[in-house]
């Protein structure tokens, strides 16, 4: 009997894929007739705790992890839906303040669910609309490889005992869409995120690791830690953004520094 642990977050998703459960799911949103749609959920101990932010933090939090989907898909934001999983004992002050973090982007609430939960789980659907979407299987050689901004300010973060805040890329994202071969926004580390770029394009993605831009305080590590929440993307045209590798014909994705070898970890759900 094959487990979640063995599979992997991607192995799950590739046998969906294979068995005729789910389609398309390999891109940061769904494109349906001209919607795009983004569905992150955040579960308390996994993906947040509250000695590291507190309720209004976690609403903006939540919020801002699904723009930052439409923004890898070019999407300027419409709506939200809230569901939320809270234990009966919750206060509503606690709560009102959750909402007040979902509204800090300014893009409304239109709906969702509540329930009794043991612990809290709240999970947001964000839509919005894109004039192209340049999902992840695009990448071409010749194309030079971008980002939008630092990265491991989340790892160094962490480490301190604090998240930063996820950046605002949406006006990043729909210059980059017009021109760009392939995006995504990096939630699972720099190079697991080029991985599925690679992957899904049938190419291989070679990062120069002196070329990236570190976040003040952050070390190449953090660059694995992932949540950062810039855009990755394989572009002819960088658009005045960060050049930090090139797209190769081959597979998978190479990470040198300074011409050697360099190995990064990346964030695998069930492992």
């Known amino acids: 009997m094959t487990t979640l642990a ?27 007739e001209g919607l795009v749609v983004t569905q992150d959920a955040l579960v308390e101990g996994v993906h947040f705790r509250f000695d590291l932010l507190d309720w ?25 839906l809230v569901s939320v999983g809270l234990p009966p004992e919750t206060e509503l002050e606690d709560v009102v303040e959750l909402y007040a973090g979902l509204n800090e982007r300014g893009v409304p609430v239109r709906g969702g669910d509540t329930t009794r939960a043991d612990r809290i789980v709240l999970a947001v659907t964000a839509l919005g609309r894109s004039e192209r979407v340049p999902g992840r299987a695009g990448a071409s050689p010749g194309d030079a490889v971008v980002v939008t901004g630092p ?7 962490f480490r301190a005992g604090s998240l930063p805040p996820v950046p605002d890329r949406v006006e990043e994202g729909k210059r980059l869409a017009q021109v760009a071969t392939a995006m995504l926004d990096l939630s699972d580390g720099l190079a697991r995120d080029a991985g599925h770029i690679a992957e899904r394009s049938g190419a291989r993605l070679a990062i120069e690791l002196e070329r990236v831009p570190l976040a003040p305080g952050a070390e190449l590590a953090d660059l694995g830690f992932g949540e950062d929440y810039e855009l990755l993307a394989t572009t002819p045209d ?34």
């Open 56 to 80: 209004r933090e976690l609403g903006a939090r939540a919020v801002a992890v699904n723009l930052s989907d439409l923004a890898a898909s070019g999407a300027y934001p419409l709506a939200l």
């Open 238 to 271: 960088p658009a005045g953004f960060p050049v930090i590798g090139r797209v190769e014909e081959g597979e998978g994705v190479g990470l040198t520094l300074r011409g050697e070898p360099y190995s990064l970890a990346g964030w695998e759900h069930f492992r």
């Open 6 to 32: 063995e599979l992997g977050e991607f192995g799950l998703l590739a046998e969906l894929e294979r068995r005729g459960l789910a389609e398309g799911i390999e891109h940061d949103a769904a494109v349906i």
């Open 151 to 157: 990265l491991g300010a989340a790892g160094a973060a």
